[in-house]
C-alpha cells in the first residue's frame, strides 16, 4: 500500500511538473502580437461606456448578452435566470458586533460612475496583464491542485466525501471547515486587509469555499478578496470569484476571465478593488458574501447582504449542481515557496497571527451554512486546521451565548519558527 500511495505522489508530481515545463517553455518563446490581441479580443467585450477609476482599472460597461459566459459550448442556449425570491428575504443576520466594524465596503470605480441598466461591469483585460502571465492558455486559471486516497494523512488533506482528499500544491491554508452533509449554500462576513506579498508569483486569499468531488477530481466555487498582483497588476485588496470542475487543471478562472460564470449586477466588478481597509487597532472593514444553490441547479453569489452578482450555472458541474459536501471559510497562500525553506513573506489576512485578536487579526464571522432544511444556521459540526501552523495559524474564538468569531493568518516567513 506503501508503494501505491508513492507511485500516486510520483505520478502527480510528474504532471504538474509537465504543466510547469509547458508554461515556461511558452513564456520563453514569448506571445506574438497576433495571439496577444487574438486573447484581448476574447476577454473583452465592445464597451457601451467606459469608467475609468481613480487606482487605474478600466471598467468597460458591456451588454449583458455580451457577456463571456455564453462562449461556453454548455452555455449556447442559456436563457439568463431572474434573481431567485430568497434574495428578496432577508439571508443576513446581525449580530451585537456590528457596531464595532463597518459592513460598507464598495468598489473604487464606482466614486467615477455606474453603468447603465442592461449592462455589466468588465474590468478590462490589458496588454500587460498577459505579457506577466506564464501562458496565454491558462490566464486567469490557478495552477492544478494535487489529491491521494483519504487513507494519506499527507498535508493535513481535508475529506470532501470519505473518499478523497485534497493535497494542495504550492498552496497553505488556514481554514475552518464543514464537511459530511449536504450544503445548498452559505455566508460569512470577511474582514479586509492589505496583506504583503513578497515574491511575484505569490498570492493571498480571505473567502469562502464550497466543494464536492468528482470522481477523481474536485469542484469548487469561491468568492471573497485577494492580493494578487502577478494578475492584476498592483497590490490592491480586490473581490473576486473563482470555479473549477476538475481541481483547477482546466477548468474554471478567476472573474470573467473565461466563459462560465453569469453576471447580472450592474453595480459590483469582479476582480476590482474595495475599500476601505482595516488598520491595525483601528477601524475594521469587512463585507458580507455569500454562495447559494436555486432550484436550477445554479449558485447564486451576492455580496453585502442581498445584492446578487450572478451565478454559476449548473450546466458547469456534475456534483455541485445538487450540492457540496465540504464548506470552508478561511485564508490561502499560493507561493513556491511554502512547505519547505526558505518560506516566503507573503502574508495571510493582517499579516498578524490568529491569536492577535480582533483589530489585529483577520477575522470571519456571522458564519452561516444552509442545508436542506431551508433554514440558515451556525454550522453544528465544525473543524479549524492550518497546514503550517508555525507560519499561518488558526483560533475559532467562542465566546458564551455569542457566535463564534474565526481568527486567521499570519505573516510568513518568521525565522527561527517558519525559516
Not at 478593488?273 to 445554479?298: A, H, M, R, Y
Not at 516566503?344 to 499579516?351: E, I, L, P, R, V
Request: charged letters at 20%; glycine letters at 8%; aromatic letters at 12%.
Amino acid at each position: 500500500m506503501r508503494k501505491y500511495k508513492v507511485a500516486i505522489v510520483l505520478f502527480w508530481t510528474f504532471i504538474v511538473s509537465s504543466i510547469k515545463l509547458e508554461l515556461k517553455v511558452e513564456a520563453q518563446s514569448l506571445f506574438s502580437e497576433e495571439e496577444i490581441q487574438a486573447k484581448l479580443k476574447l476577454l473583452n467585450k465592445p464597451a457601451v461606456k467606459t469608467i475609468k477609476s481613480e487606482d487605474g482599472d478600466i471598467i468597460d460597461c458591456i451588454n449583458i448578452y455580451k457577456q463571456s459566459a455564453f462562449d461556453h459550448p454548455a452555455l449556447k442556449n442559456h436563457t439568463i435566470q431572474r434573481t431567485p425570491m430568497f434574495f428578496q428575504e432577508s439571508q443576513y443576520l446581525s449580530t451585537k458586533y456590528d457596531s464595532e466594524a463597518n459592513i460598507k465596503v464598495f468598489q473604487t470605480w464606482q466614486k467615477r460612475g455606474s453603468c447603465p441598466k442592461g449592462t455589466i461591469p468588465l474590468r478590462r483585460i490589458l496588454k500587460n496583464d498577459l505579457m506577466r502571465a506564464a501562458s496565454l492558455n491558462r490566464f486567469g486559471l490557478k495552477s492544478p491542485t494535487l489529491f491521494l486516497n483519504s487513507t494519506n494523512t499527507y498535508l493535513n488533506s481535508i475529506n470532501l466525501n470519505g473518499s478523497y482528499a485534497v493535497v494542495p500544491q504550492s498552496r497553505s491554508g488556514a481554514h475552518l471547515a464543514a464537511s459530511g452533509s449536504s450544503y445548498i449554500g452559505t455566508q460569512a462576513n470577511i474582514n479586509v486587509w492589505n496583506p504583503k506579498i513578497e515574491l511575484p508569483n505569490d498570492f493571498t486569499t480571505s473567502q469562502i469555499w464550497l466543494k464536492a468531488p468528482n470522481g477523481f477530481d474536485f469542484e469548487s466555487i469561491e468568492a471573497g478578496w485577494m492580493v494578487n498582483p502577478e494578475f492584476y497588476g498592483n497590490n490592491d485588496t480586490r473581490f473576486f470569484s473563482y470555479w473549477t470542475k476538475d481541481s483547477y487543471r482546466s477548468t474554471g478562472c478567476f472573474d470573467l476571465t473565461c466563459s462560465g460564470f453569469v453576471q447580472t449586477a450592474t453595480n459590483v466588478a469582479l476582480g476590482a478593488t474595495i475599500k476601505p481597509i482595516s488598520s491595525t487597532s483601528g477601524q475594521q472593514f469587512e463585507f458580507n458574501v455569500g454562495i447559494f444553490l436555486d432550484e436550477s441547479g445554479n449558485w447564486w453569489l451576492k455580496v453585502n447582504n442581498n445584492i446578487p452578482i450572478g451565478y454559476w450555472p449548473g450546466e458547469l458541474f456534475e456534483t455541485l449542481k445538487h450540492s457540496a459536501t465540504l464548506v470552508q471559510w478561511g485564508g490561502e497562500v499560493f507561493s513556491p515557496q511554502v512547505k519547505i525553506s526558505p518560506h516566503t513573506g507573503t502574508q495571510m489576512g493582517s499579516g498578524d497571527f490568529a491569536e492577535g485578536g480582533f483589530g489585529h487579526a483577520c477575522f470571519i464571522r456571522n458564519i452561516r451554512i444552509k442545508d436542506y432544511s431551508l433554514m440558515l444556521k451556525y454550522p453544528e459540526s465544525i473543524n479549524a486546521a492550518t497546514q503550517e501552523p508555525s507560519c499561518y495559524n488558526v483560533l475559532n474564538d467562542v465566546q458564551s451565548g455569542q457566535d463564534p468569531t474565526f481568527y486567521f493568518g499570519g505573516p510568513g516567513r518568521t525565522p527561527p519558527n517558519c525559516p
